[in-house]
């Protein structure tokens, strides 16, 4: 059973640095490509960043150039994103997905998804 498990959120300081986890099981992530996907209440999710193993293709949106960085860890079978320099703009839930291939922006691409963790940057 292919599962997905992020951890890692919580509340920040602008400025400050948080590192998300997803941890993968049932799967390998050589096929996979794995993103980073946010969403707050009552607007559509939106991806964050993505990588994949099976064309190395690795992608940011523009708002966290610079600030994020998407890495993996195979034998741990988990994706991490570190973010820094967070602002309350980043306030959202992120969630992990899954899809075998190369990256995608779109949600809908994605077959497998984890549960979401909460990350609040505020003073």
């Known amino acids: 059973q292919l599962q997905l498990v992020e951890s890692g959120g919580g509340l920040v300081q602008p400025g400050g640095s948080l590192r998300l986890s997803c941890a993968v099981s049932?799967?390998?992530?050589?096929?996979?490509?794995i993103g980073w996907f946010r969403q707050a209440p009552g607007k559509e999710r939106e991806g964050v960043s993505c990588?994949?193993?099976?064309?190395?293709?690795?992608y940011y949106t523009d708002s966290v150039k610079g600030r994020f960085t998407i890495s993996r860890d195979n034998a741990k079978n988990t994706v991490y994103l570190q973010m820094n320099n967070l602002k309350p703009d980043d306030t959202y839930f992120y969630y992990c997905?899954?899809?075998?291939?190369?990256?995608?922006?779109?949600?809908?691409?994605?077959?497998?998804w984890g549960q979401g963790t909460q990350v609040t940057v505020s003073s």
């Open positions: 997905a899954a899809r075998l291939g190369s990256c995608r922006t779109q949600v809908v691409r994605y077959d497998y």
């Open positions: 049932g799967f390998r992530l050589d096929y996979y490509a």
């Open positions: 990588i994949s193993n099976s064309d190395g293709s690795i």
